[in-house]
């Protein structure tokens, strides 16, 4: 199992420097760019398992995860969206939110492709040496964090699903309502 996790670490690092090195397209610069920022990510998953490194969670999904129903604070339009704001900082784009479908060659889908497989081989080799991986997750508590970002997270979304109908049921404009909402 390791050995063709280490293969394939290898192939698709291999095709990857090999295209920047001969061809230099953008397609396989964009691979190697890939590779390299999520690098020390991929490489860091051993002392998250170990509970050393830990993911930080925003504030805003801590206030979130404390009271995902709360109205204080929440009479006006512009306060709700600058809620909103917060949450779609930490959490990213809403399902509501059209997303801008960007035409992507066939070329960097492939590269994209390539190093995704590649840092998913580098974090699975480097987690494979811890024995007992689950159980060194539980006892080092590196589990409980991992499943109170989980929580934290899901505390956001549902916080933001709610301030998007207080919102909408005050009348605001989107943001601080669903896009698409039209006033009354």
């Not at 690098?39 to 930080?56: H, I, T």
């Not at 997303?99 to 060659?105: L, R, V």
């Not at 492709?113 to 987690?127: E, G, P, S």
Request: hydrophobic share 45%; net charge neutral; glycine share 8%.
């Amino acid at each position: 199992m390791k050995t063709s996790k280490i293969a394939i670490l290898a192939i698709a690092g291999l095709s990857l420097s090999a295209c920047a090195t001969t061809g230099a397209t953008s397609s396989a610069t964009r691979g190697v760019d890939q590779v390299n920022a999520g690098l020390g990510s991929a490489l860091q998953a051993p002392l998250e398992d170990l509970n050393l490194v830990r993911q930080e969670i925003p504030a805003v999904l801590n206030e979130a995860a404390a009271a995902p129903y709360s109205v204080s604070g929440m009479g006006r339009c512009a306060a709700i969206a600058a809620e909103i704001a917060r949450l779609d900082e930490a959490l990213g784009p809403d399902l509501d939110v059209v997303q801008q479908a960007e035409e992507t060659a066939v070329g960097d889908q492939a590269a994209d492709a390539a190093a995704d497989a590649t840092l998913d081989a580098v974090r699975d080799t480097v987690t494979d040496f811890i024995p007992a991986r689950s159980w060194v997750r539980r006892l080092t508590g590196a589990h409980r964090h991992s499943e109170q970002v989980k929580a934290a997270v899901r505390a956001g979304l549902q916080r933001r699903a709610f301030l998007k109908g207080i919102g909408q049921q005050k009348n605001c404009a989107p943001p601080a309502a669903p896009a698409g909402f039209t006033r009354r």
